[in-house]
């Protein structure tokens, strides 16, 4: 079942699990995911923890602990996902080791509600780095304009990013920008390069989600023939965006210090629509330097049928830009389809947070 997983990593894409929870540390399953499917790290979001908090007994123990000390809801969330995190951390360390730090990585998120606030975005992420105090961690950071100044300062003091919630390739080319200003920063600061890794998370099936509705809603034969297209056209052209941003004279004088390169995550690879291939946002994303989180429903789905083929990316950037030519032609605003995305993804990460404190809450209130 693992060969399709195994020639995903051969074709140099490091393939990490999108979700945690303490009932994966405990129960021993993520150590069985790393051992027997190939997965060499882990990413979290506010949804994720939000699931995990209200499912089962897991947290039961350490929210009682947390009620007898008296913890506020803010503490009690934080130390409940950052020991996940610490503990997942702890478990990916032979990675870590084994890729020179370049997987075995965690990432945990800052608190969405504070997402338009860059300097607050900016303490928390040092606070998250400082608490959890592990080297594998990655600190998430949304893409919206304000974090990208978040982004900069964050890498400045030496701390590894995660970058999400990317949709255009016009804003990951500003986050590769804040990504090696922030290397140039770091370097004045006095840090080693080398120790600073970062991703940039390019979600994929909510563009096709959102542009398919566009044009069934157009309707014509010319716009039904391009649903499903979008999402794997729009990575293919952020790829090319990141082979450009990563070489010249910019990047070499980085890399001789011994910077890394800030690797494409391919992100929502979970496929929204039944009448597609559940393998389509892995299948047809294959390439070197890259990372592919999925669900662990994904994961299975690629084991059994994967069509792993080699790489599927390099070169395809004339052709990925012909899909985009034919969707304006119809009348898709690209440009929106993206603003739109933008705005419904901060405002679910930020619903979710609001679930994780209510649980949490219920739960220090009950072990009261």
Not at 104 to 132: H, M
Not at 145 to 158: N, Y
Not at 238 to 252: I, L, V
Request: one cysteine or more; a negative charge.
């Amino acid at each position: 079942m693992t060969d399709n997983l195994k020639k995903l990593s051969d074709a140099g894409v490091s393939i990490w699990l999108d979700d945690l929870s303490r009932e994966r540390l405990v129960s021993g399953n993520l150590a069985e995911l790393i051992r027997d499917k190939h997965i060499v790290g882990v990413t979290t979001n506010p949804t994720i923890f939000a699931a995990a908090l209200a499912d089962g007994e897991a947290y039961d123990e350490q929210v009682r602990e947390l009620a007898a000390r008296g913890a506020t809801l803010d503490q009690a969330v934080r130390e409940l996902t950052t020991t996940d995190v610490r503990n997942a951390c702890d478990l990916f360390r032979d990675v870590h080791a084994a890729t020179d730090g370049v997987d075995g990585r965690v990432s945990i998120e800052v608190s969405p509600t504070i997402s338009a606030d860059s300097e607050a975005t900016s303490a928390e992420a040092q606070e998250l780095w400082k608490t959890v105090d592990r080297p594998n961690l990655l600190i998430k950071i949304p893409a919206t304009v304000e974090g990208l100044s978040s982004i900069t300062a964050t890498l400045a003091e030496g701390i590894s990013v995660n970058v999400t919630l990317i949709f255009s390739v016009e804003r990951y080319r500003a986050v590769m920008d804040a990504y090696l200003t922030g290397l140039e920063q770091a370097k004045a600061n006095g840090h080693d390069l080398a120790t600073i890794h970062s991703v940039a998370s390019f979600f994929v099936s909510r563009v096709d989600s959102e542009v398919d509705k566009r044009l069934d809603a157009i309707g014509t034969d010319e716009a039904k023939a391009l649903r499903g297209k979008a999402a794997v056209a729009n990575a293919r052209l952020a790829y090319a965006a990141f082979e450009e941003a990563f070489s010249g004279e910019r990047w070499e004088a980085l890399a001789a210090r011994g910077a890394r390169k800030q690797r494409p995550l391919w992100a929502s690879t979970g496929v929204k629509n039944p009448d597609y291939s559940p393998t389509m946002y892995v299948d047809e994303l294959v390439v070197a330097d890259t990372v592919n989180t999925m669900p662990e429903k994904t994961l299975h789905a690629v084991a059994e049928h994967g069509k792993i083929t080699g790489d599927a990316v390099t070169g395809t950037a004339a052709e990925a830009q012909e899909v985009y030519d034919r969707l304006s032609a119809v009348g898709i605003d690209v440009d929106d389809v993206y603003k739109s995305l933008e705005v419904e993804g901060v405002e679910k990460f930020e619903k979710s947070w609001q679930e994780l404190l209510d649980s949490v809450k219920g739960q220090l209130d009950s072990a009261k």
